[in-house]
């Protein structure tokens, strides 16, 4: 056996190479200047509609600073026509950019995070790809923008802003270069996740999804001061008071335009409404309440808990309201114990099914879905008959084409199982 050349230094087992990192990625034409005059959006305008293939859209908000969530800044590339760094504050009109983007598809990275700010200055997509959900059906374990480049192009990212204040001007061009690179690789990045999901025979269930996302609309909940955290241990006039000072924070916050929680972390209120103070100096020795916001609203968190304490019992909030949806599943097995079953049975072949086809569990249906479709099914057993009244049901809540073939045999086979005993 030779000697080692000495020049080559040996590895153990118990020494693993460190990888080297992967390149970083960086702007290919170099930082674009902002567009923010309505002359500068037309020559944008032009010549993105003069580009050619799909265009790579982001927007940045200001979300943690900002009520709104206006978009601060749009990001724009299209082969042809380089990017684009729009900042729509202060154009009288997007119409240029309506006119350029009318049936170009878009891509995007998370597209429910971005899609109702844009609909906002009458943006909407003719068609779109989301590569964020083109990951998740892919199977990738990690969707991040900054992972799935790393992993599936192989350059690497810098995140270090994606939590900026982007309602800042001016923008630091540290900030815009990094709202640069969230566009520059969008396309390539669709090419190679397209070319993976129509080897996985799953370019279709992405196209449905795809087409879903066209319509996306952010939920509006009922009752949104419910979710102060800690609320839930609260009854009768300290409830009212939980209310009445989240209504009157989002009040200020939407006067003043700024997070509600920059104003009065949750923690101050359930401090007040706990307590009920009437008089500021209690009230400004109460846990939680310490930032300028507090001191400055004294006087109109002192009015939001006297109205709660001057409300009549009839007035006074009682438990949330119900939903029309089943029951929380841990209460199945004492309500009903065959529908206990059912869930039980569906919920282990939905597992088995998310790991043969690679798709996590909640993108094959929607737990709600799911849920709904066990507590009360369909009140036909014939098999035949059950399956398609299983499919019409998924289908009437919104399920996708390729959702219902795989899973409503399933539902249909816990439904007759459970019933079997």
Not at 79 to 86: D, V
Not at 257 to 274: E, F, K, S, W
Not at 396 to 417: D, E, F, N, S
């Amino acid at each position: 056996m030779t000697d080692p050349d000495p020049l080559v230094e040996s590895v153990s087992d118990e020494s693993p190479v460190e990888a080297t990192p992967a390149p970083l990625l960086t702007l290919r034409d170099g930082l674009p200047p902002v567009i923010d005059t309505d002359e500068g959006l037309a020559e944008a305008a032009a010549a993105l509609k003069a580009g050619t293939g799909p265009v790579g859209i982001d927007a940045e908000r200001a979300s943690g600073y900002r009520y709104s969530n206006r978009a601060y800044l749009i990001q724009l590339r299209r082969e042809g026509a380089g990017t684009w760094l729009i900042d729509p504050i202060g154009l009288s009109t997007m119409e240029p950019l309506i006119d350029a983007l009318d049936g170009v598809e878009w891509i995007l990275h998370a597209a429910t995070q971005d899609l109702p700010c844009l609909a906002e200055l009458g943006l909407y997509p003719s068609a779109l790809f989301d590569t964020e959900l083109a990951g998740r059906l892919l199977g990738y374990p990690r969707v991040g923008l900054g992972t799935l480049v790393e992993a599936v192009l192989g350059r690497r990212m810098l995140k270090e802003h994606s939590a900026a204040d982007w309602s800042t001007r001016p923008l630091p061009e540290t900030w815009l270069e990094y709202a640069a690179l969230d566009v520059e690789v969008l396309t390539e990045l669709r090419e190679a996740l397209l070319a993976e999901l129509v080897e996985q025979g799953k370019d279709e269930w992405a196209r449905q999804e795809f087409d879903a996302l066209r319509s996306f609309e952010p939920t509006v909940r009922v009752e949104p001061w419910r979710r102060v955290s800690g609320s839930q241990r609260m009854r009768g006039r300290h409830l009212a008071a939980v209310r009445e000072l989240w209504l009157e924070r989002d009040a200020i916050a939407a006067e003043k335009d700024t997070t509600p929680g920059r104003l009065l972390p949750d923690v101050a209120i359930i401090a007040a409404a706990t307590a009920l103070p009437t008089d500021r100096s209690s009230l400004l020795n109460l846990k939680g309440f310490h930032g300028r916001g507090s001191a400055r609203y004294a006087a109109r968190w002192l009015s939001a808990i006297r109205r709660a304490i001057d409300l009549p019992d009839s007035e006074l909030p009682g438990r949330p309201p119900r939903g029309d949806g089943p029951p929380a599943p841990r209460a199945w097995a004492e309500r009903d114990p065959v529908a206990a079953k059912r869930l039980e049975i569906a919920r282990e072949a939905m597992t088995t099914l998310a790991e043969e086809h690679n798709v996590p569990v909640e993108n094959l249906l929607t737990p709600d879905y799911l849920r709904r479709a066990l507590w009360a099914p369909p009140a036909t057993r014939d098999p035949g008959d059950l399956i398609d009244r299983v499919a019409d049901l998924l289908a009437g809540l919104g399920a996708r084409g390729w959702q219902i073939a795989l899973t409503a045999p399933l539902i249909t086979t816990a439904v007759l199982t459970a019933d079997q005993g």
